[in-house]
Nanobody, 123 residues
């Protein structure tokens, strides 16, 4: 069992930056593929970024060049650095963990989820 706790959300003006963190419980963090998803009001939860066991990264097109996902296995933590934020980035951001070692962009493939952190970008 893995518990995930996100932090770092908040209100920021367009063009600003935020850094989200997700701390995982347990001693096997390094064996999980980690990802960030987001859900805007009235929309489906969508894939944002993922990082593999060997730190290869994957991004959805709208965030490429602006967001960076990283992981620190010693701290059981995955990060999402978000720069050049836009109002359309406003959403609840969720951290997720996948135990098979494969990277997916599909919500249903992830085994564990955090409670989410709100990101609001004002124009």
């Amino acid at each position: 069992q893995v518990q995930l706790v996100e932090s770092g959300g908040g209100l920021v003006q367009a063009g600003g930056s935020l850094r989200l963190s997700c701390v995982a419980s347990g001693r096997t963090f390094s064996s999980y593929v980690m990802a960030w998803f987001r859900q805007a009001p009235g929309k489906e939860r969508e894939f944002v970024a993922a990082i593999s066991l060997n730190a290869r990264t994957y991004y959805v097109d709208p965030v490429k060049g602006r967001f960076t996902i990283s992981r620190d296995n010693a701290k059981n933590t995955v990060y999402l650095q978000m720069n050049s934020l836009k109002p359309e980035d406003t959403a609840i951001y969720y951290c997720a963990a996948e135990s098979s070692g494969r990277v997916f962009a599909t919500r249903s493939e992830y085994d564990y989820w955090g409670q989410g952190t709100q990101v609001t970008v004002s124009s």
